[in-house]
């Protein structure tokens, strides 16, 4: 075997890109990341760029494959599809040349099965939810071992307890958030890259009602004709981590990448869950509220609510947020995927 390992990352999204290059680090060494669209994106880490399994008629991803009869152990197995056969080729004929010792998986039952079937252990990357459907509990059950990238207070409370006891829980996955003057008065507002647009307008009528807030909404949003003077609108920042760090209350969804930067910086925090597959943001965003690391809201507020709200999300919160980001970060991820790696190639050898 080579002790190489492969890192696969879905395309939904861009935080399964954000942690892989997390974990990997800035050199080479060991890790090739696969995926689709990663052209530019992997600085100097070595990537294979996977051809598109999205459908043919479709440029987003609803996961949803249209195929009336599918094994339990696959979520997404569309028939038929070019892109889907070239890529599992590829990935196919990149362990056969490889030789990897481990293969990462963040996120597909389907790439987990494939590399299994090609002979190769795997670590498996959970996400927040519900994952007791069997196409997740055969990928826990297949692989050497599981990746968690939160606190296991936050962990869903159906989760098996094998499952638990097989999962390395990695709190601290984010950049380090840097050190930053905090305005008590800036609210900014971020729901990551996979949940659509903010609305602007309803943006715009919370900003009214709270004119001695500034507002700065980061990513994109529906544009308006006439935002109040202290609405920002700034679309993609390449610091969004300081600005979470420096905002007074921050409002957002409950996305690995939001609630990563903002326990991180210890900021207050208004969460607003978006609907996911597997209820991954509502577990997670019920467990910060019962934790009292954020105040939960089911739905956008009416414009009346928002001085009382900021206020709410503003009271002391103790050690709830700091608590919840401390341990193992992504260094300490990739020394454990890398002893893990390095423990499967002596194992596998000794079956040769």
Known sequence: MSGSIG???????????????AIVGQTSDHFTVLGTGLAGRTGGVPFI????????????FRGNDGVKHRPEALHYAPLGHPGVRRRVSVVAGWIET????LMVIDVSVELAMLSRLAATPT??????GDRTDPA???AFRGAAAILAPFHPDL???LTPSWVRAKTKYFPAMGPQTVSVAVDPAKVVVVFGSGGGEANGAVLAGAARRTPERMWHVLGPATTISDPPPNLAFRGWVDDAEAEIASAGVVVGSAGDGVVGAVLAADRPFLCLPQARPYAEQTSKAHALGALGAAVILDSWPQDHAWPELLLRAQAPAGDARTRLSRGGGA????????????ACQTSTGANQ
């Open 123 to 128: 670590v498996y990357v959970r996400l927040s």
């Open 331 to 342: 260094a300490e991820a990739r020394a454990w995927i890398q002893s893990l790696a390095a």
């Open 136 to 138: 997740h509990l055969e």
């Open 7 to 21: 890192y696969y990352v879905h395309h939904h999204g861009s935080g399964h890109l954000a942690r892989a290059l």
């Open 155 to 157: 962990d869903d409370p």
């Open 98 to 101: 490889c030789a990897p010792s």
């Open 49 to 60: 760029d996977l051809e598109d399994d999205r459908a043919l008629d479709d440029a987003s």
